[in-house]
């Protein structure tokens, strides 16, 4: 539900400093802490490797907003 999914990017951006999301901070959290915040195992682990993939360059919002729609799924495929 809408209601459970807001409670959990609220709680996602508790971990965060001043809870604004970065990649930097969401790469270096352990898969423990974002459980506790409410994600699944393999959601946290999405998560992670999404936020590692912008931290070392392999995507970025500059990119994502220039490439045509199957660039973009090409390169989120690469997700794990």
């Not at 699944?40 to 992670?48: D, E, F, I, L, V």
């Not at 070392?56 to 500059?62: C, E, I, K, P, V």
Request: hydrophobic share 45%.
């Amino acid at each position: 539900s809408m209601a459970a999914a807001d409670k959990i990017f609220a709680r996602v951006r508790g971990l965060c400093p001043r809870g604004r999301l970065s990649a930097a901070v969401i790469a270096q959290c352990d898969v423990a802490a974002l459980r506790g915040v409410g994600l699944s195992n393999q959601k946290a682990g999405y998560m992670r490797d999404l936020a590692q993939h912008f931290v070392d360059g392999r995507l970025s919002a500059s990119q994502l907003r220039r490439w045509s729609d199957e660039e973009a799924i090409a390169a989120l495929t690469d997700v794990r």
